[in-house]
Every structure is written in C-alpha cells, then in structure tokens.
C-alpha cells in the first residue's frame, strides 16, 4: 500500500487549501482513511477521518473548516480546509488502514504517506 499526500502550502490566515491523498496498491474502498497533523515541536495529532461507508469526525478545532470527502473510484481522499489560521500550521499525513477500532489514534494505522507541509502565515 502507498499513499501520497499533496496540496500543502503557504496561504495566509483566512485562506483556503485543499490536501489530497491519493492510495495505490490497494482495494481504496475498504478502507478507512485518516488525516493527522504534526507542528513543530508538537506531538502528532488526529484531524479528521473517512470510514469505508463515509462516516466522518472533526477535532475540535477544525469542525465546521475542514471537510473530509473521498472519491473511491479515484483512490483519492481530500480535506478542504477553510479560514484557515497559523494554528493549523503542521505537516499533515494520510494514513490507510482496514479494521480501525478507534480511527482518531494513529497506532490503528499501518499505512502512512510521507506528509505534506502546510503553512498558514498571520
């Protein structure tokens, strides 16, 4: 299984990105796909996930600005991230796997892209 993450960037605060992570290797649609985060200095955190019928989750912090959506046929998962702010400001992962039990811990996953940098200047 591999995964490649894409998108990031520089914006500035109040702006938009839209980070992709496209599978190969793999039957996409059985999977369940999580978005996780690490900023400098900081320990990784979950952002969001897409389980293999659709159902999504939020951290806190980025309900109601980012959207999670997957396109199977594609292989491809995004996360539209709005009003963006220099919190946000981490590099960001996908990562894949098939039997998630908690999909917000990143020890469920075993398939990981190599991240992708986001930087939301002020």
């Known amino acids: 299984v591999q995964l490649q993450a894409s998108g990031g960037g520089l914006v500035q605060a109040g702006g938009s990105l839209r980070l992709s992570c496209e599978a190969s290797?793999?039957?996409?649609?059985?999977?369940?796909i999580g978005w996780f985060r690490q900023a400098p200095g900081k320990e990784r955190e979950w952002v969001s996930y897409?389980?293999?019928?659709?159902?999504?989750e939020y951290t806190d912090s980025v309900k109601g600005r980012f959207t999670i959506t997957r396109d199977n046929a594609r292989n491809m998962v995004y996360l539209q991230m709005s009003s963006l702010n220099p919190e946000d400001t981490a590099v960001y992962y996908c990562?894949?796997?098939?039997?998630?039990?908690?999909?917000?811990?990143?020890?469920?996953?075993?398939?990981w892209g190599q991240g992708t940098l986001v930087t939301v200047s002020s």
């Open positions: 990562a894949a796997e098939i039997v998630v039990l908690r999909p917000s811990e990143s020890f469920e996953y075993k398939y």
């Open positions: 290797g793999v039957t996409f649609a059985y999977y369940t």
């Open positions: 897409i389980t293999s019928d659709e159902k999504t």
